[in-house]
């Protein structure tokens, strides 16, 4: 059984082991720049743009988490929720934490009219696009995801603007 639950703040310390978990399994063990102060800050500061849900087993252990945003369909006119981690312990996995996540976020997505739950799996981790597809899930064939960070953003986010009038 599964218990889903708003974080708190307390979860912090849990939820930065899991992603530096995650970084692990994703074969990026030193990518996480992450820190407590940062994640408190974005989940929890005055304007959160950042939130997480946790999974609990029936004892109230944390099991895992899902880290989500909203994002914005432009053809739909509306908002779509955008999961950035989702993430279940090892000895947890097959429990239905991670289903319990996904339906949660999907729930969300249904009582307040978003049009879409997104996010992006590794081409490689066959057990999590397996899983996905047996939720319904589909991937976005024909779409590449590009990411613009490091010295490239630096770089082009330096360079001569466009000035913006009024």
């Known amino acids: 059984m599964s218990v889903i639950r708003p974080a708190i703040v307390s979860d912090v310390p849990a939820i930065l082991q899991m992603i530096h978990d995650l970084a692990i399994y994703e074969k990026e063990p030193d990518a996480v720049r992450n820190t407590p102060e940062k994640l408190t800050e974005a989940l929890f500061g005055e304007n959160p743009r950042v939130f997480a849900h946790m999974a609990e087993n029936a004892a109230g252990d ?17 908002h779509g929720i955008y999961l950035e981690d989702l993430y ?29 739950v997104e996010w992006s ?46």
């Open 88 to 116: 279940v312990s090892p000895d947890a996995r097959g429990l239905g934490h991670g289903k319990a996540l996904l339906q949660h976020l999907a729930g969300i997505a249904v009582e307040r009219g978003y049009a879409r």
């Open 121 to 166: 799996v590794l081409d490689w981790n066959e057990p999590s696009i397996g899983f996905y597809r047996s939720l319904g899930a589909e991937p976005m064939d024909g779409w590449s995801t590009f990411r613009l960070s490091g010295d490239a953003l630096g770089t082009f986010g330096s360079g001569d603007r466009v000035l913006a009038r009024g």
């Open 62 to 78: 944390v099991q895992g988490f899902a880290l989500w945003f909203l994002n914005y369909s432009t053809w739909e006119g509306v």
